[in-house]
């Protein structure tokens, strides 16, 4: 499967198509982010390849973002840089090839964890919701979990 995989990524690359930019995300990257995003509602969702619910909704975070343009979303990815190319994969497989990625480039996760949410231990699928006023709200559970719907339906959505 791996060779597939990196197979796959040279064939992109030789087509000319565009391979995802992940950009690092490493101590000091949440409060970056939401910076960044300040004055727009932000969902923020953490995954992993190793999450078999993260890599079933995947299509579903494609079809918020197409519909939702409204609501920023950043897409980060917890595992290690051997994983990156699959990561890869899977997201241009569900249609998400076109959104924000980052990707953990700090070995020391607890960290990055915490300047999340102080209770976070890297539990997956985990959402950090941000409206634009900045208040922080954070979900362990899937896109379709009633707090996130509630959370988008407060910035007029469904």
């Known amino acids: 499967m791996r060779s597939f995989a990196l197979a796959l990524a040279f064939a992109l690359a030789a087509s000319g198509a565009q391979a995802l930019d992940f950009k690092p995300y490493g101590r000091g990257a949440f409060a970056q982010i939401v910076k960044a995003h300040a004055g727009r509602p932000l969902m923020m969702h953490f995954w992993s390849i190793t999450c078999p619910p993260c890599i079933a909704e995947l299509p579903q975070w494609a079809k918020m973002i197409e519909m939702r343009k409204d609501v920023d979303v950043v897409m980060v990815n917890i595992d290690g840089d051997e994983d990156r190319t699959r990561a890869m994969l899977r997201l241009e497989k569900a249609g998400l090839g076109k959104a924000a990625h980052y990707a953990f480039s700090d070995d020391f996760v607890d960290k990055l964890y915490f300047e999340v ?42």
């Open 117 to 158: 949410d102080k209770s976070w231990r890297g539990e997956l699928p985990f959402t950090a919701l941000i409206a634009p006023d900045g208040a922080v709200t954070t979900v362990t559970g899937a896109i379709d979990d009633p707090l996130v719907t509630k959370w988008l339906e407060k910035r007029g959505g469904k």
